[in-house]
Structures are given as structure tokens and as C-alpha cells.
């Protein structure tokens, strides 16, 4: 994974000082790669344990394994562009974060109501949650209809979980239901493409896939088997905490 991906994945952990590292580090990566941490933490005015606590945050076993890491992606330059299975399998499986599912499960559990939402070729996943947590006893509901959501929406409150997929992140009618629930303050979860997008700007906690859009003959050819191993694991992940 990429140092920008680590810190798109893990930019819920990070303060401050940690945005300042990081805008450092991205603008100078050849000469971060080649200073000792004692150096860069002078040139930042900090000390070398916020390095290694920042390392850690980004999933690195410390600041060596970070630098390493950059040293391999400068000579690589850029990870090349694939579309096969194995390889948005093998992405998204780096992008599982065990914090964070922790964290929705927990938001789950102490909801009196969760409601699931998508649209199109997504709206199938949604179900498959209804029934993975009807498992575990825990009641939630999905409507197809935009009318029926925003009749449940508006009977929402602030311990109540919404959770919302959207592949582009950019699904108008899913932007409106966590528009209408932020209103009323209620929380919101999102699983999208790891790629930036407003959905999850305005969601509190993100999941994230990786399945770029794909089209075909005019027709999108988005493949939702990312999407899928996401809500699996957390759906296990649930299954052995309730």
C-alpha cells in the first residue's frame, strides 16, 4: 500500500502534528528517505517518538519500516494500474482496519434502530446485512424506496446508526438520505471506493473497498465482489462480538 493510501486509510488516528509529518514527508520523500529519524524529527521541530508513534498509526512496524517502505515506492514510482479480481481482492483486504470495525460494531450494538441503504446493483448488500444481523438478534431494516427511507430517516435519533453504500461515493440519492440524517443527527457509517468522495466526507466512520468504476459497452461493470468481502468480514466480526 502506498504512504498517501496509509493515510487516507488510517486519517481518522491522526492530530495535527501528524498532518504536519506527513505534508513533509509527501513533498520530500527522497530526502525523507535518506535522513535518520533524529534528523527528520529536527527538521519537523519534534522528537523522534511522535515519528514512531505516527509510524505505527500508519500501520508500520516503526519509523525503519516506513522509511524502507518509501525507498521501495520511489523505486517503483507508481503501482501499476490492474482491474483483475486478485488484485482488488488482494487492496481491499489491505484496506480492513480491525479499529474500525470494532468501532461500527459498537455503534451497532448500541442502536435501538440501524437502517441500510443503496441503490442499484448495490442495493442487494444491503439485505445481506438485514439477515447477517437478524443472525445475532439484532433488528435492522432496508427500504428500496426513496419515500419509505425518508419516513424511517425522520424517525431516527442521535443513538441511531445509518449505514450507506455507495461504490462512487457520488449517488445522489444516497447523498440525500445521509444529508436528511445528519439533520437530525444521526449517526452515519459508508462504505465506498477508497478514492476521496462526498458520501465520505460526511460520514463519521468509513469503510473502505477497492473497486474503481468500470464500464463496458455503456453499462457500468462495477465488480461489488470488493464490496462484498468487506460486509463479510465485517458481518463476522459482529457475529463473534454480539
Given at each position: 500500500m502506498l504512504f498517501e493510501e496509509?493515510?487516507?486509510k488510517f486519517e481518522y488516528k491522526l492530530n495535527d502534528t501528524d498532518d504536519q509529518i506527513i505534508e513533509y514527508i509527501i513533498k520530500n520523500k527522497e530526502k525523507a528517505v535518506t535522513l535518520s529519524i533524529q534528523h527528520l524529527a529536527a527538521q519537523l521541530y519534534t522528537?523522534?517518538?511522535?515519528?514512531?508513534?505516527?509510524?505505527?498509526?500508519?500501520?508500520?512496524?516503526?519509523?525503519?519500516?516506513?522509511?524502507?517502505?518509501?525507498?521501495?515506492?520511489?523505486?517503483?514510482?507508481?503501482?501499476?494500474?490492474?482491474?483483475?479480481?486478485?488484485?482488488?481482492?488482494?487492496?481491499?483486504?489491505?484496506?480492513?482496519?480491525?479499529?474500525?470495525?470494532?468501532?461500527?460494531?459498537?455503534?451497532?450494538?448500541?442502536?435501538?434502530?440501524?437502517?441500510?441503504?443503496?441503490?442499484?446493483?448495490?442495493?442487494?448488500l444491503c439485505d445481506v446485512m438485514v439477515k447477517n444481523l437478524k443472525i445475532v438478534g439484532k433488528s435492522s431494516a432496508f427500504y428500496m424506496h426513496r419515500h419509505d427511507m425518508v419516513h424511517e430517516i425522520n424517525?431516527?435519533?442521535?443513538?441511531?446508526?445509518?449505514?450507506?453504500?455507495s461504490l462512487s461515493g457520488e449517488t445522489s440519492q444516497v447523498l440525500d438520505m445521509a444529508k436528511l440524517a445528519k439533520e437530525k443527527g444521526v449517526r452515519l457509517i459508508s462504505l465506498t471506493h477508497f478514492d476521496r468522495?462526498?458520501?465520505?466526507?460526511?460520514?463519521?466512520?468509513?469503510?473502505?473497498?477497492?473497486?474503481?468504476?468500470?464500464?463496458?459497452?455503456?453499462?457500468?461493470?462495477?465488480?461489488?465482489?470488493p464490496a462484498m468481502i468487506v460486509l463479510r468480514v465485517l458481518s463476522e466480526y459482529m457475529w463473534d462480538s454480539f
Open positions: 496509509r493515510v487516507r522528537v523522534p517518538n511522535t515519528i514512531t508513534r505516527l509510524s505505527k498509526k500508519l500501520g508500520y512496524d516503526g519509523f525503519s519500516h516506513m522509511k524502507n517502505s518509501l525507498k521501495e515506492e520511489l523505486h517503483n514510482q507508481e503501482e501499476a494500474e490492474e482491474d483483475s479480481l486478485s488484485f482488488l481482492v488482494h487492496k481491499t483486504i489491505g484496506l480492513l482496519d480491525q479499529d474500525k470495525l470494532a468501532l461500527i460494531t459498537k455503534m451497532i450494538q448500541e442502536a435501538d434502530h440501524v437502517l441500510f441503504f443503496a441503490v442499484g446493483d448495490t442495493s442487494p424517525k431516527l435519533n442521535s443513538d441511531d446508526v445509518l449505514f450507506l453504500i468522495n462526498s458520501l465520505q466526507q460526511m460520514a463519521d466512520v468509513n469503510l473502505y473497498c477497492y473497486s474503481p468504476r468500470k464500464t463496458l459497452n455503456g453499462y457500468n461493470i462495477t465488480d461489488k465482489t
